[in-house]
């Protein structure tokens, strides 16, 4: 019997970034992707493809975030890492950055047209069909301790949550929603506490996927 692939695609909170540190990354012991390995056993290879500052669309106009933008690596990644299962999405957070100026609708349409409406139509080349596709929607970001950068980021993100769901609803996509989940003392990052309880929701939703 093969073994269900499944890749995780996000920014920084699936690299496992550490809140509040010069780029440390938690060990493999307690980020989610790790754990989630772990958990579901030899039956399956979970892939990580975490990237901080990823978007899920917008281009930096700064020197030194090259190659964040999600939507242009998305399908080269897909097709690398082939044949997949299953795709964990997990994007949103960067985009709530100011100097992207988008609102709530726009990230979700983002969401919509790059994404869930592309993944589970990218079939393999060798026909295998698309990947099913798992939204998560991120956590709240708390920009009172984030970066000036998040300036009015956390009222956008608390409308995150509705929209996501509704996308994935949209598109017959799983959906779990993380944004109650805690972040640390950077206001961005999830906290060893938050990869625990993601690791757990997904390995339930996961174990239910009628493959």
């Excluded at 995150?160 to 206001?187: M, P, Q, T, W």
């Amino acid at each position: 019997m093969e073994k269900k692939r499944i890749i995780c695609y996000g920014d920084s909170n699936t690299w496992g970034y550490v809140p509040g540190t010069n780029f440390e990354r938690f060990s493999e012991k307690i980020r989610f992707t790790k754990r989630l390995q772990n958990e579901l056993g030899s039956k399956f290879e979970v892939i990580e493809e975490g990237l901080f500052a990823r978007t899920l669309a917008s281009e930096y106009q700064r020197s030194g975030k090259e190659g964040r933008n999600g939507k242009t690596y998305l399908v080269p990644c897909l097709l690398s890492h082939e044949p997949l299962n299953l795709v964990i999405l997990m994007l949103g957070t960067t985009e709530l950055k100011k100097e992207f100026n988008n609102s709530p609708k726009d990230i979700g349409k983002f969401l919509d047209k790059y994404y869930a409406q592309v993944i589970p139509k990218q079939k393999s080349m060798s026909g295998c069909p698309g990947p099913k596709l798992l939204i998560i929607c991120p956590p709240i970001i708390d920009e009172t301790i984030a970066s000036p950068r998040y300036v009015d980021g956390t009222k956008k993100a608390k409308q995150l949550s509705h929209i996501y769901a509704e996308v994935a609803r949209k598109n017959n996509c799983l959906f779990i929603d993380a944004s109650n989940l805690e972040v640390g003392i950077d206001g961005v990052h999830m906290t060893a506490k938050s990869h625990k309880l993601l690791f757990e929701m997904l390995a339930k939703k996961i174990k239910e996927i009628k493959w």
